[in-house]
């Protein structure tokens, strides 16, 4: 196939399109190649995908109207994996306007020009971050999801609004993921991964918030690109048996869809922090710290739709997953 990749310089854009390449489909990626981190990063995950003859990047901003809709007609994808976003719920408290052009202004771009180019699926990033106040673990799809306690939890939310809209009114296939805690080689740098591993290397404290009494499903970017992969080749469906009287929130009368992907297996901040100690050889400072507003304290994923519709199953131990990323870093960042 020829799909389009939002973020392609991105975390999971990048991984994702490499998938996608390694079993033969035609890769259009694009990103703005923005500097809310290093730009030489981004760059360093475009050159794998560079190295691939079926890879084509454009350099585009999809909150560019004119750009966006000038892409998909001279590109003709058949279909889409959107995962161009501002990320961060910290930064959305001192920096909203950047999620409302990006995150709102950009996903309407990308759906006009899945409705008017007869895009077999657009995929989405959703985030687990919609589940906002909610306390009921696991979090499920079937839940209501209507108080979020960020602006980007609130603009991921409006995404899956926006999808069903453009589901229903031109019959557009779309699947919304709400993405838990990824981790693992080439992740960003302003998430907790990279930010421990840095300091415990260097000597230098973690902040550890909540006082380390997070939990977070943790899940490898391997896990996660699999299941991408599994849901963009299965178009979403109607559900016959929605009930207007009693609504499902993740699924619809329209080809509307939306799944956790998540690990489906919370792990304490602090056993995390222990396994990257243990990968480094290097016991971390830690300074602890009150939560932080917009910040919710346990993440904890239901993907029991995923596996019954995809046969998703998570397969990365922990351990595991930490010690490849731990390596990754040290050979990328020659650390010691």
């Known amino acids: 196939m020829k799909i389009l990749v939002t973020g392609a310089a991105g975390f999971i854009g990048s991984m994702q399109g490499i998938r996608l390449l390694d079993r033969g489909d035609e890769v259009i990626g694009i990103d703005n ?10 760059l360093a995950r ?10 084509k990047f454009i350099k585009l901003d999809i909150a560019d109207r004119q750009a966006v ?4 007609a001279k ?3 058949q279909r889409v994996i959107h995962l161009a976003a501002q990320a961060g719920v910290r930064y959305s408290i001192t920096n909203p306007h950047a999620y409302i052009d990006s995150n709102i202004v950009g996903f309407i771009n990308i759906l006009e020009g899945c409705r008017y180019h007869n895009i077999e699926h657009l995929v989405y990033a959703s985030s687990s971050s919609v589940y906002g106040a909610n306390t ?45 805690t990824v981790y ?13 591993a840095h300091n415990i290397m260097q000597g230098k404290p973690i902040d550890v918030f909540n006082y380390g009494n ?7 970017i391997d896990d996660i690109v699999t299941g991408v992969t599994k849901v963009v080749d299965k178009p979403a469906q109607a559900n016959p048996n929605w009930a207007s009287e009693n609504p499902d929130p993740g699924t619809s009368t329209s080809p509307y869809r939306v799944y956790n992907i998540g690990n489906n297996n919370p792990v304490h901040l602090l056993h995390f922090i222990e396994a990257l100690e243990n990968a480094i050889g290097k016991k971390a400072i830690k300074n602890f710290l009150p939560m ?29 997953g930490v010690n490849a990323f731990v390596e990754w870093y040290k050979a990328l960042y020659k650390a010691c």
């Open 69 to 72: 809709a000038d892409l998909f």
């Open 214 to 220: 997070h939990r977070r499903d943790f899940t490898y």
């Open 75 to 77: 590109e003709n994808p």
């Open 292 to 320: 932080q507003p917009g910040d919710v304290p346990d993440t904890y994923a239901d993907v029991s739709d995923l596996i019954a519709e995809f046969d998703y199953k998570p397969s990365t131990p922990l351990e595991v």
């Open 46 to 55: 475009l050159a794998r995908l560079q190295t691939y003859p079926h890879f």
């Open 33 to 42: 190649l923005n500097d809310y981190y290093d730009v030489n990063l981004k």
């Open 184 to 196: 693992g080689p080439w992740g960003r740098p302003d998430m907790s991964p990279i930010l421990f």
């Open 136 to 180: 009921r673990m696991p979090f499920s799809v079937h839940d209501n999801v209507d108080h979020p306690v960020s602006l980007y939890a609130a603009s991921k939310k409006a995404n899956e609004l926006m999808a069903h809209t453009y589901s229903y009114l031109y019959n557009l296939p779309t699947t919304g993921l709400r993405f838990f």
